[in-house]
Structures are given as C-alpha cells and as structure tokens.
C-alpha cells in the first residue's frame, strides 16, 4: 500500500552516485595545470558545493582569475573523462524503479552543472526514471543555492510539499528542505555531516536508498 508521498526530490551527488572518484582526479589535474607546485589537503575537499567555493577553500590566496582557469581547466577534464568514473550507489535503480511502479514523480535538484548532470545519467542508464532535472545552471542567472532551487522545482511542477520528501547528504541540503518546509531524509552514506542540532530535523537518516521504502510504501 502506497503512502501519502507523491514526490519525490533527490540530490545527486553523494545520494544516488559516488562521483568522489571523478571529481577528485579532475580537481588534481586542474590544479597541477592552474597552480604547478601548489599544495591542498585533499582530506578537506568537499565533494556538494559549487566549483569556485571547493577551489577557493583549497586555495584561499588564488585570484578570481586563477579560480576561474581552475573551473575551467576542471570542466574540461571532467566533460571529458572523469564523470564516466563515476559510480552508481547499491539499490538505487531498484528504488527509483520501484517509485514510478508505486506513481511517485521522481526530480533531482542538483549543485553539478546540467550538461554534467544528465550525462552522468544517461551514462548510468537511469535519467528514464526523472520527470525533471533541475541543476544549479538551469536558470541565468544560475540559482544562489539549493533552496531557490528546490523552491521554483515546488512551484514548477506545482507539487505539495507536504506530500513530497527531498533527501540529500549535506547540511545545505538539510537547510534547504526546512526552508521550503519539505520532509528531509539524509542519506548518511554520502559526503555531508549534520550536527546534531540539523538532525533534530531530520525525517529519517538512511544508510542505502533502500531504506526509503519504510517512507513510501509498506510491504505488500
């Protein structure tokens, strides 16, 4: 029996893929062409936040322009090569397969570009299962972060927030469902952490998709 959830939204990296991989090799390359002979602590590169923020916590004293040859240097790479390594996460296209059986709409608000975005699902063989894909670009100017992303994804395609659930791995995906009063499930095997303050909020914390199905449906 299927519950009250209609719609479901979900974050991409960190959630249904582990881009980590790809990223990472992409982000050294750059790097090493950008800024020959600099250092960072790849410890504390955060796979989520858009690329200039990642680049310029690695590299705090880097122009403007430095951090724009960076993206640009990454892009390339990435476009090319490293979103092909990435992974797709245990279960996921059981669950997203069992959602659109069960008529639950299925989105992705992501911080990834587009281009990269459904690349990455087409090259996963499961961007079929979306009925919208909304990434950081989709709109120029781009939007200032996931909760004006979730928020015109809500108004778009006309959805009740109180029969959808958005699940995410970081903090700011956490914040964003509370700021468009979405049910928020973190998907603790991802790149985020959440205090315990951000977990008082939280819907349910789950360790694989699969866990969802205690959300949206009972077992037959």
Request: charged share 20%; aromatic share 8%.
């Amino acid at each position: 029996m299927s519950l009250a959830i209609k719609s479901l939204l979900l974050d991409l990296d960190g959630t249904l893929v582990d881009s980590r991989p790809g990223i990472m090799e992409s982000y050294r390359l750059a790097t090493e062409a950008v800024l020959p002979g600099q250092t960072y602590d790849v410890a504390t590169v955060s796979v989520g936040p858009p690329l200039p923020q990642m680049f310029q916590k690695s590299f705090p004293k880097a122009s403007e322009a430095q951090i724009e040859r960076l993206v640009r240097a990454f892009r390339e790479h990435y476009g090319n090569e490293g979103l092909f390594k990435t992974v797709l996460y245990d279960t996921v296209t059981e669950v997203l397969a069992r959602c659109r059986e069960r008529g639950i709409d299925l989105f992705i608000a992501t911080n990834k570009p587009l281009g990269f975005s459904t690349s990455i699902l087409d090259h996963l063989k499961i961007a079929r299962f979306f009925r919208c894909i909304l990434a950081v670009d989709s709109i120029h100017p781009p939007f200032a972060g996931k909760a004006a992303m979730i928020r015109h994804l809500l108004q778009l395609n006309h959805l009740d927030p109180g029969q959808t659930i958005f699940v995410g791995d970081t903090a700011e995906d956490a914040a964003a469902a509370a700021a468009c009063a979405v049910p928020f499930v973190w998907a603790a095997y991802g790149y985020g952490h959440l205090a315990e303050n951000e977990l008082k909020s939280v819907l349910k914390t789950i360790n694989k998709l699969a866990e969802l199905r205690d959300i949206l449906w009972k077992h037959d």
